[in-house]
């Protein structure tokens, strides 16, 4: 008899469980429609929900129509740049689709660094539609198809300027005082990571290792390079860090570890990060060889920990000038909306427990060079000078 009572009770809530669970969806996609008791049981941050209304509000009434998903990510753009800290951004879905991808793109084939008035030419790659149309290191962009990139972050900025092969893209160039306008065709750049040759300095052979990106795995390349200018008959290396602005802590780790038998290499701590020590891996090249690091203002943040560790651990001179002080680290995190944030995590620290930035707020110290280069370091003057005081170096 008490199983015969409980059957209508069954009936009754396998009828509403339907109801009930399509009311549930409702209100969890509609928070604000909830009376206020509930919403404020059911809705665990009140400031996120004000976010939701007032995009909510934006799209149904503004008096021209706009997608929810500009507003989300416009938002995200906002919070992103409420923390003032340079390094850290919104990446759109668009954005985060080219984040990361390896060294061949179209475009006109230069390295550029963000600066006040649109973009600093710091690298024309050899044989490139840039190089052809006569671009040139520490030329500003200023205005891509007559926008102007003022204001624009370096991302956006790019953007403008590569796209597909065979289309052509219109530049407005500032040096000093003199303007011009040139129109470049894009085409497919592929750029090396590691590239080596052999120079002579006061009648002694020495090998130029440069190095632009601390991708994956780049540590292998390196130390090709570096034995195959010493089979060669290298009595010592440069290694160029010019215009590199990082890439992974590991990769700076391995990439020091080549010069370096044992040792502190860096030392890295966040609020939500655990304290890591990264030492030499104790797998350095066994041959001894004198060694020098080639820097500028756009050495940065991986290049920066491995010229910082050769440095304080005695093993080079480092020549050319102030690094760019980065100092902190970031991590890349999905986003539903096919974004991306990336965000300062922690700080990382040299041997000596130095660290070279400003937090992402302010300019950072960065590496005080042994050897300063007043003047052309990122040119062949910055190469003449390494070499010649490595030369020195070597009996």
Do not use: C
């Not at 399509?22 to 809705?43: K, N, S």
């Not at 440069?238 to 602005?245: A, K, P």
């Not at 002080?325 to 995190?333: A, I, N, P, R, T």
């Not at 042994?370 to 910055?382: E, I, M, P, S, T």
């Amino acid at each position: 008899m008490p199983s015969l009572r409980r059957q209508p009770l069954t009936a009754l809530l396998a009828l509403l469980a339907p109801f009930l669970l399509l009311l549930g969806i409702w209100f969890g996609g509609h928070p604000r429609e909830l009376p206020g008791f509930m919403r404020r049981i059911f809705v665990a941050h009140h400031e996120t929900e004000v976010v939701d209304v007032a995009i909510d509000r934006i799209t149904h009434g503004y008096y021209r129509r706009v997608s929810q998903s500009e507003l989300a990510g416009a938002a995200i753009a906002g919070a992103v740049s409420s923390l003032h800290d340079r390094f850290s951004n919104y990446l759109t879905p668009s954005e985060y689709s080219h984040f990361g991808l390896d060294h061949s793109f179209s475009g006109i084939g230069v390295e550029v660094a963000e600066d006040r008035r649109g973009l600093r030419i710091v690298q024309v790659f050899d044989s490139s539609p840039a190089a052809r149309a006569g671009l040139r290191t520490g030329e500003e962009i200023i205005a891509v198809n007559a926008r102007k990139l003022e204001g624009l972050k370096r991302g956006a900025a790019t953007s403008l300027i590569t796209g597909p092969p065979g289309t052509n893209v219109s530049l407005t160039l500032l040096r000093g005082r003199h303007r011009r306008t040139v129109t470049i065709t894009r085409a497919t750049i592929s750029t090396p990571v590691v590239a080596s040759k052999m120079e002579t300095a006061d009648g002694k052979k020495l090998g130029v290792v440069a190095l632009s990106t601390f991708s994956s795995g780049v540590h292998l390349e390196v130390r090709a390079a570096v034995e195959h200018e010493l089979r060669a008959g290298a009595r010592g290396i440069v290694l160029d860090l010019r215009h590199n602005g990082g890439g992974l802590v590991n990769e700076a780790q391995l990439v020091a570890s080549i010069f370096i038998k044992q040792g502190l290499i860096v030392t890295t701590r966040g609020r939500s990060q655990p304290t890591i020590t990264l030492r030499a891996t104790g797998e350095s090249i066994a041959k001894p060889f004198a060694l020098a690091v080639l820097v500028d203002r756009d050495t940065a943040s991986a290049s920066e920990i491995v010229s910082a560790a050769l440095q304080d651990n005695h093993r080079a001179i480092i020549v050319g000038t102030h690094t760019f002080g980065k100092g902190v680290f970031q991590e890349v995190e999905e986003l539903p909306n096919g974004g991306a944030l990336v965000i300062t995590v922690g700080e990382y620290f040299t041997p000596d427990g130095r660290n070279l930035g400003g937090g992402g707020v302010s300019e950072g110290a960065g590496i005080t060079p042994n050897v300063y280069v007043a003047k052309g370091v990122d040119g062949a003057a910055g190469l003449r000078v390494a070499l010649g005081r490595l030369a020195r170096e070597l009996k």
